[in-house]
């Protein structure tokens, strides 16, 4: 015979296990819908996200034992992050272009849950990389979030924005560059690559070039379509990617679609370097 107790539990065991699969939904039809874009997509795709989200939330007595049976929230394994504001520095208009396309470049991204190495490609990107530089050197990246992770049909983490929400921006908009690299083979971007964010809604051409800060690092391959400018790949860091990744995202936030990382991921510091 089963106890009451324990039928109890069994009862709210279920109940969890239907909350997280409403949640797994949740997160997989917001994927399909708002897949590495920036703020504009972000901001139309807001109110069916939130229909999404919401499910899970209504149904009375049974949202309230969902919740009672909630799991405590998943550890952070990262660090503190370094005394700093994020930027709120913006500009008019692109930098001038100032990168040597002949040479090397290396990124240095210290972030509170360990270090990550970009080499960076400005002979197929010079815009993106000539930007990506100037904004490290403004410090524009310092004490900013990594504010979006996913990790389910794509395996990607989202930094580059100060905000914090999707929506931050330096001011201008980037040219999509190496849309043709053939690294891009059958619509997958591979594990390792480094591409930038951007508001293209894969149907009005007024909505390409339009990259900007946001950029995402790519840590198993990802079936995307070719749209992103990549202009880099991780060259150290992998296994800190993968930690981040292990510990999880939140359900997408009502307001942006965001699946937010439970690690508190921060860039402490950018730095790039030319050799």
Same mark, same amino acid.
Request: proline residues 7%.
């Given at each position: 015979?089963? %106890?009451?107790?324990?039928?109890?539990?069994?009862?709210?065991?279920?109940?969890?296990?239907?909350?997280?699969?409403?949640?797994?939904? +949740?997160?997989?039809?917001?994927?399909?819908?708002?897949?590495?874009?920036?703020?504009?997509?972000?901001?139309?795709?807001?109110?069916?996200?939130?229909?999404?989200?919401? #499910?899970?939330?209504?149904?009375?007595?049974?949202?309230?034992?969902?919740?009672? +049976? #909630?799991?405590?929230? =998943?550890?952070?394994?990262?660090?503190?992050?370094?005394?700093?504001?994020? %930027?709120?520095?913006?500009?008019?208009?692109?930098?001038?272009?100032?990168?040597? !396309?002949?040479?090397?470049?290396?990124?240095?991204?210290?972030?509170?849950?360990? @270090?990550?190495?970009?080499?960076? &490609?400005?002979?197929?990107? =010079?815009?993106?990389?000539? %930007?990506?530089?100037?904004?490290?050197?403004?410090?524009?990246? /310092?004490?900013?979030?990594?504010?979006?992770?996913?990790?389910?049909?794509?395996?990607?983490?989202?930094?580059? &924005?100060? @905000?914090?929400?999707?929506?931050? @921006?330096?001011?201008?908009?980037? =040219?999509?560059?190496?849309?043709?690299?053939?690294?891009?083979?059958?619509?997958?971007?591979?594990?390792?690559?480094? #591409?930038?964010?951007?508001?293209? &809604?894969?149907? /009005?051409?007024?909505?390409?070039?339009?990259?900007?800060?946001?950029?995402?690092?790519?840590?198993?391959?990802?079936?995307?379509?070719?749209?992103?400018? =990549?202009?880099? !790949?991780?060259?150290?860091?992998?296994?800190?990617?993968?930690?981040? +990744?292990?510990?999880? +995202?939140? %359900?997408?936030?009502?307001? !942006?679609?965001?699946?937010?990382?439970?690690?508190?991921?921060?860039?402490?510091?950018?730095?790039?370097?030319?050799?």
């Amino acid at each position: 015979m089963v %106890s009451k107790d324990q039928r109890r539990r069994q009862l709210a065991r279920e109940k969890f296990e239907r909350q997280q699969e409403r949640r797994s939904v +949740a997160q997989r039809k917001a994927k399909r819908r708002n897949v590495i874009v920036a703020s504009a997509v972000a901001v139309a795709l807001a109110a069916g996200v939130a229909a999404y989200a919401s #499910a899970g939330l209504t149904g009375g007595d049974e949202a309230a034992s969902d919740q009672a +049976a #909630a799991p405590p929230a =998943p550890k952070n394994p990262c660090g503190t992050p370094a005394k700093g504001a994020p %930027s709120k520095k913006t500009w008019k208009k692109e930098p001038a272009m100032s990168v040597d !396309t002949s040479a090397s470049y290396a990124a240095k991204l210290s972030t509170t849950c360990g @270090t990550i190495e970009l080499k960076l &490609d400005p002979g197929k990107a =010079p815009h993106t990389v000539n %930007s990506f530089a100037f904004l490290a050197a403004q410090g524009y990246f /310092d004490h900013s979030k990594c504010h979006r992770l996913v990790d389910a049909g794509i395996h990607v983490l989202q930094c580059g &924005d100060p @905000t914090a929400t999707g929506s931050g @921006t330096p001011g201008y908009r980037l =040219p999509d560059e190496n849309l043709k690299d053939p690294r891009l083979k059958g619509g997958v971007y591979p594990a390792g690559t480094v #591409a930038m964010a951007n508001s293209y &809604d894969g149907k /009005d051409e007024k909505t390409r070039n339009s990259g900007g800060s946001q950029f995402f690092l790519v840590f198993q391959d990802s079936q995307l379509p070719p749209n992103y400018t =990549p202009f880099g !790949t991780i060259t150290g860091g992998m296994d800190v990617l993968r930690k981040i +990744a292990d510990a999880g +995202a939140t %359900s997408p936030d009502p307001q !942006t679609g965001n699946t937010a990382p439970h690690a508190n991921v921060v860039i402490d510091k950018a730095a790039v370097t030319k050799s």
